[in-house]
């Protein structure tokens, strides 16, 4: 067998300790999978002190990351955070070094700087951690799917918000209460801004379309809105028309209109039919939904985070850049070529179900049509119903599902809408997905 080659790990929390784990104790399975053995160089911390799991030798620990970059084949990041991720990654990159990192803010904002760092040195940047944890998926939209064209991606890439809006769904809990719930669990951190506001799902969102439509795609181009807006009256209604409420990402492709071609990339609160596949995604799982143009639709499914499975989707990021180094070769490079424009909220083309409080008196249906036919909205559905308690009486509900509109023709609509004088008020406006 050839010489052993070096692994640098830089961190030890929630998922470095099990990679460090699994590591050393599969060590002669891994060894036989790459052709070499893996050796643990060590294990960059910060607080040589801190307790850690059992598992972890305290031989293995230093705090001189740069040091142990610099004597390694393979660097595996899992501080996570930008700095000191971004100066490390690229100083691993420079020295030759292959790198593994399950770091999606980071990717998410400076992927194309690490991209090109990876290119000029010809090294390996593996990443399948970095989106929906456990799941492949960064492996089979960059490389099973490299031969097709991807037309649209539907994911739930965020498992907190999952838990949290199934609980919702369940249990009839309000938002904050499950929060709550979600944090005593371990599944929500205690800053839980990062999963409720979006900006993890918009992350794992601009690596996706980037790898699916073969164009840049940065945080920056992800609009985004997390689950904060959703009361259990939302979760309710939607469950009484069958449909569940997701926290989506959305990337799709445009090739018609005024806007093609183009990619439009989203994370918000949707309506998803319950005899969708996404649907039945169900606590803190993840699942991504691929629509492409010669496989049709596939589904990946599974644990989107939690230290053990994330370490399994790392180690065989492993296992593949090591093989490299063993066998030669190297593994894909960064393809942006399409550079597609990337279009702004306003060009996203969806359904959307509008509830309102109206005014129960003639003529109150013809003047709310009137404002979605002016702005060329079509009406696939609408369902009224009495007054909930409360509201008065003379009062109703109505509920307008729309066909496929843009995201623009729908705000100024719910706008004119909020301002006729027999609405009382807009009640939630809603995407409709997955339909
Ligand atoms: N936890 C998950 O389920 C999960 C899933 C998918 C991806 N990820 C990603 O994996 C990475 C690690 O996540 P985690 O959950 O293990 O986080 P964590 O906070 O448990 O671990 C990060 C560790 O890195 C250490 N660290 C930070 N800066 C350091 C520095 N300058 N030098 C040395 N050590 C430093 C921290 O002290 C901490 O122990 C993140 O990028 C995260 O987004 C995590
Ligand atoms: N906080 C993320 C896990 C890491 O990506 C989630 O809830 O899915
Ligand atoms: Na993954």
Sequence with gaps: MPDSLRVALLGCGVVGTQVARILTTDADDLAARVGAPLQLAGIAVRNLEAERDASIDPAWL????EALVDGADVVVELM????PARTLILRALAKGAAVVTANKALLAQHGPTLFEAADAAGADLYFEAAVAG???????????LAGDRVRRV????????????DRMATEGLDLDQVVKEAQALGYAEADPTADVEGYDAAAKAAILASLAFHTRVSLDDVDREGITGISAE????ARRQGYVIKLLAVAERYDDGPDAPGVQVRVHPA???EAHPLAGVRGAFNAVFVEAEAAGELMFYGRGAGGVPTASAVLGDVVSVARHRVLGGKGPVESSYA??????????????????EVVDRPGVLAQVAAVLAGQDVSIEAVQQTPAPDGIG???????????VTTELALRVTAEALGSLDVVRRVVSVLRVEGA
């Design 271 to 273: 309506l998803v039919p």
């Design 134 to 144: 456990a799941i492949p998926i960064v492996r089979p939209v960059r490389e099973s």
């Design 62 to 65: 230093t705090t001189d990351a």
């Design 234 to 237: 939302d979760v309710d209604w």
């Design 393 to 403: 009486a003379e009062a109703a509900t109505l509920v307008i599902t729309t066909h």
């Design 80 to 83: 996570g955070g930008i700095e």
């Design 154 to 165: 539907l994911g739930i890439v965020n498992g907190t918000t999952n838990y949290v809006l």
């Design 339 to 356: 550079a597609l424009p990337v279009l702004p909220a306003t060009a996203a083309r969806t359904r959307f179900q509008l509830r309102l």
